[in-house]
């Protein structure tokens, strides 16, 4: 049979919860323009750079308005040339006494009207142009597209939501701690992820600590940045989340070694009688169950051999040999 002499062991004082994921880098993407969609440059699922195009909105009302704007343009900047030569011939007539100062003053005055003109003409084409850029929306970040809720013929307008980029690589944990166990927050304690067996994926340390309590659920939001956690985790999925309050040295016996009659637990020690062990029967008191261990609170003692398998056959006193 199987016996095991009981050591020191780390045990942790912990809580599990369940917890939210959210990207640091998370972004909902919504045109600046109105306008008819005529092509989709993405699908779901694909992975973007910042800058890359996702969506060709219909840009020629723009482009009519732009190319309008620049014939005007280009009609204030020939009045621009005309003005400023009748400017510079007159100079030299009003210097000579050909004309009167009024005349010259008046051209001078066309002259400023038509570049102030032309000014405001190349402030609207410019604003034109990249009023123009907008009706091809690009990605804001990188990261991974969602689902893409427009198809091509759709309308948009600047409050449409188009998609979302996620950058799963930039994940926080969001876990709401109870109020009664608030008091025992501190940043750095580890946070540990876990898996559907309950064992640990991943470890990281609490990052942030709300100063406030939630009115609605009277509780302390708490934050942790995975830095280590695994790829397949996602956006706005719930985990499993254990907050490790403390580590201390205790023992632990495994639960096969534990039996319970009439409410209290018994496990079987392996003691010397002569050449050989004899196994003894003897009441402990367990806590929490760590894994496949029971913590032990009393009743043994590091040294102690503990026998582990093979117990239901056991009586107290009966021979015993270590495999």
């Given at each position: 049979?199987?016996?095991?002499?009981?050591?020191?062991?780390?045990?942790?004082?912990?809580?599990?919860?369940?917890?939210?994921?959210?990207?640091?880098?998370?972004?909902?993407?919504?045109?600046?323009?109105?306008?008819?969609?005529?092509?989709?440059?993405?699908?779901?699922?694909?992975?973007?750079?910042?800058g890359t195009p996702l969506v060709q909105?219909?840009?020629?009302?723009?482009?009519?308005?732009?190319?309008?704007?620049?014939?005007?343009?280009?009609?204030?900047?020939?009045?621009?040339?005309?003005?400023?030569?009748?400017?510079?011939?007159?100079?030299?007539?009003?210097?000579?006494?050909?004309?009167?100062?009024?005349?010259?003053?008046?051209?001078?005055?066309?002259?400023?009207?038509?570049?102030?003109?032309l000014s405001e003409l190349d402030a609207?084409?410019?604003?034109?142009?990249?009023?123009?850029?907008?009706?091809?929306?690009?990605?804001?970040?990188?990261?991974?597209?969602?689902?893409?809720?427009?198809?091509?013929?759709?309308?948009?307008?600047?409050?449409?939501?188009?998609?979302?980029?996620?950058?799963?690589?930039?994940?926080?944990?969001?876990?709401?701690?109870?109020?009664?166990?608030?008091?025992?927050?501190?940043?750095?304690?580890?946070?540990?992820?876990?898996?559907?067996?309950?064992?640990?994926?991943?470890?990281?340390?609490?990052?942030?600590?709300?100063?406030?309590?939630?009115?609605?659920?009277?509780?302390?939001?708490?934050?942790?940045?995975?830095?280590?956690?695994?790829?397949?985790?996602?956006?706005?999925?719930?985990?499993?989340?254990?907050?490790?309050?403390?580590?201390?040295?205790?023992?632990?016996?495994?639960?096969?070694?534990?039996?319970?009659?009439?409410?209290?637990?018994?496990?079987?020690?392996?003691?010397?009688?002569?050449?050989?062990?004899?196994?003894?029967?003897?009441?402990?008191?367990?806590?929490?169950?760590?894994?496949?261990?029971?913590?032990?609170?009393?009743?043994?003692?590091?040294?102690?051999?503990?026998?582990?398998?093979?117990?239901?056959?056991?009586?107290?006193?009966?021979?015993?040999?270590?495999?």
């Amino acid at each position: 049979m199987k016996i095991v002499t009981l050591a020191p062991k780390p045990i942790e004082q912990s809580a599990e919860f369940i917890a939210t994921l959210r990207s640091l880098r998370s972004t909902t993407v919504q045109p600046d323009v109105e306008g008819l969609v005529t092509r989709i440059l993405v699908k779901s699922g694909d992975r973007v750079r910042i800058g890359t195009p996702l969506v060709q909105i219909d840009p020629d009302k723009q482009q009519a308005s732009v190319r309008s704007t620049e014939a005007g343009r280009a009609g204030t900047e020939a009045d621009v040339r005309y003005w400023r030569a009748q400017v510079e011939r007159l100079e030299s007539l009003v210097s000579a006494g050909a004309i009167s100062t009024q005349e010259f003053e008046q051209a001078q005055n066309s002259l400023k009207a038509a570049e102030a003109k032309l000014s405001e003409l190349d402030a609207q084409v410019r604003e034109g142009r990249v009023q123009l850029q907008y009706y091809r929306v690009v990605a804001p970040q990188a990261g991974v597209v969602g689902d893409i809720s427009i198809r091509a013929g759709d309308r948009v307008t600047t409050s449409t939501e188009i998609t979302t980029i996620d950058d799963n690589e930039s994940l926080e944990a969001y876990i709401e701690v109870p109020l009664a166990r608030a008091p025992d927050l501190r940043l750095g304690l580890p946070v540990q992820l876990l898996d559907s067996d309950g064992k640990p994926v991943a470890t990281n340390p609490i990052s942030f600590i709300a100063p406030r309590v939630d009115s609605a659920t009277q509780s302390v939001l708490v934050k942790t940045l995975l830095k280590d956690a695994p790829p397949a985790l996602r956006v706005q999925q719930f985990v499993k989340a254990r907050i490790v309050w403390k580590t201390t040295q205790g023992l632990r016996v495994p639960v096969v070694a534990v039996s319970r009659i009439s409410g209290q637990y018994f496990c079987f020690v392996a003691e010397a009688q002569g050449q050989g062990l004899v196994a003894k029967q003897r009441a402990v008191q367990v806590g929490e169950v760590l894994g496949e261990d029971y913590v032990i609170v009393g009743g043994l003692k590091a040294g102690e051999r503990v026998i582990v398998t093979g117990i239901q056959k056991l009586g107290d006193g009966a021979p015993v040999k270590a495999e």
